[in-house]
């Protein structure tokens, strides 16, 4: 099983150094850079908008993941599309189109994701996998760093990779919240590749041993 691309969120951060954060987690081995837009409003939780996120652009040349926990998102896809982020995932209940909201972001020229709550069936997102490049599968309800795996989202996973499969389509399968280098590995094993984690990067002192061991943890 080929091991998963890693994406620290910067979320987990040292808000005073972000500038340094990201330096330290690319030279660390990090593959994309996971950045939470919150808007203390669809999350109860706020961080930080398009400023930062094209601040951060100027000094790095990772690939920015972006993942808006915002409604509504589509007035704000051209902003962060100019800020820099290279992909830009968000809720099918930040409404209230989700199709007209990928093609938006497809039209912007960046790859578009789609994110699933741990409450939101694999049905949302079926009618659009033609313009989705990325499903992330929430495992935790959004909002807050730092919370514990719901284990109930690994059959989620299962059945995206099948749904994934059955495309042909190279869509990434995603998984985001209380990913650990022991929670990654049944992650891995049904179907996902791109693992967030900022916790498990960011509190902890060695930044390119956690990031190895997530990694690692691939079967
Ligand atoms: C939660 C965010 C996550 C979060 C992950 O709403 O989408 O990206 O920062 O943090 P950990 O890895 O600490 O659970
Ligand atoms: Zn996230």
Sequence with gaps: MPAPLIAPSLL??????????????AAAGADWLHLDIMDGHFVPNIS???????ALRKRSAMPFDVHLMIAPADPYLAAFAEAGADLISLHPEAGPHLHRSLQTIRALGKKAGV???????VEAVAQVLDLTDLILVMSVNPGFGGQSFIDSQLTKIATLRRMIDATGRPIHLQVDGG???????PCIEA???VLVAGTAVFGQADYGAAIAAIRGAAP
């Design 191 to 193: 179907g996902a590749d």
């Design 12 to 25: 987990a951060a040292d808000f005073a150094r972000l500038g340094e954060e990201v330096d330290a987690i």
């Design 179 to 185: 990913v650990t280098a022991k929670t990654a590995r």
């Design 48 to 54: 930080f908008g398009p400023v930062v996120v094209r």
């Design 115 to 121: 994110v699933l709550n741990p409450g939101t069936p």
